[in-house]
């Protein structure tokens, strides 16, 4: 076990802090801000159809926390593509805020993604020529909403709350896998979205480094009422989820 893992009463200690800052959710509930139905996807490769997931439901709250489980190769990274506008479903609809995001071209995606959603990809996609800094502020530069020094301001406090305050001005290439990870993190988080969708984001991370973000997370959404749609393996983040959703072949068990 590394050295960095905390005793089994730190990660206690995270999850009851996060089920404190989640009974405070009460003031966000009651409005989807993302759902999805009869969700469908089928890859055609020449003549073969694959179909990866079939006809799901799904419907999130503002402020709610929901993870997503299940074996690897079940659709759950294709379902978070297609939730995020980063892919278009064969059949069904997305919505974020009521909105129909997959009937809409791919700039208004793009625009709705940026103003409404945060992204962690399952593999980071940080841009190389970048430091930190730059690759967490560059969301907030696309909103043209706020000077640039008040951006990079807002992306070093984010990134000094995912441990990173030692590491602001590193390229990705100089980064480990898990700092790369926690920069992805804060990229997500720092428009401040109301749904962050993250694809295994405590994946390359120890236990302690994986408690600290799910606390953080869990004061975010206390804070701006964030909803979290979190596919992962990880025993602890799933189970400080209000909802587990099990997917098996494209489809939800249960
Ligand atoms: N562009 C594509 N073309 C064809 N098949 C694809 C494509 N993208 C994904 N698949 C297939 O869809 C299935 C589901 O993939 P997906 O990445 O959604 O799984 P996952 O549940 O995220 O798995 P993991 O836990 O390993 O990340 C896999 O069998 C994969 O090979
Ligand atoms: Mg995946």
């Known amino acids: ?18 089920n404190e ?17 009869n ?43 297609l939730l995020g506008g980063l892919d278009l479903p064969t059949t069904g609809e997305v919505r974020v805020r009521g909105e129909l995001l997959s009937s809409m071209n791919e700039t208004k995606r793009g625009e709705v993604r940026n103003r409404s959603l945060g992204f962690v990809y399952q593999f980071h ?12 502020t560059m969301p907030l530069l696309f909103r043209r909403e706020m000077s640039v020094d008040d951006a990079r301001e807002r992306a070093i406090d984010l990134l000094k709350r995912v441990g990173l305050g030692h590491r602001l001005d590193h390229k990705p290439g100089e980064l480990s896998g898990g700092e790369r990870q926690r920069v992805a993190l804060a990229r997500a988080l720092v ?3 109301a749904v962050v969708l ?17 606390v953080l997370l869990g004061e975010l959404r206390r804070d701006l009422g964030m909803a979290l749609l979190v596919v992962t393996h ?12 099990h997917m098996q072949d494209g489809r939800w068990l249960g």
């Open 21 to 37: 800052l989640n009974s405070n959710q009460a003031d966000h509930r009651g409005t989807p801000v993302l759902s999805a139905s």
């Open 234 to 245: 990880d025993e602890t983040l799933a189970g400080a989820a209000d909802r587990v959703m």
């Open 191 to 193: 428009t401040r979205p």
């Open 125 to 136: 996609h940080l841009l190389p020529e970048f430091d930190a800094i730059e690759n967490v």
């Open 1 to 18: 076990m590394s050295d960095l893992a905390p005793s089994s009463t730190t990660l206690n200690a995270s999850v009851q802090k996060v």
């Open 39 to 81: 969700l469908s996807k089928t890859f055609n490769e020449g003549k073969n159809h694959v179909t990866i997931l079939h006809g799901l439901e799904l419907s999130v709250e503002a402020g709610e926390f929901v993870s997503i489980v299940g074996s690897s190769g079940s659709g759950k990274s294709t379902l978070l593509h």
């Open 198 to 214: 993250a694809d295994e984001p405590t994946g390359n991370l120890d236990r302690k480094t994986a408690s600290d973000i799910l």
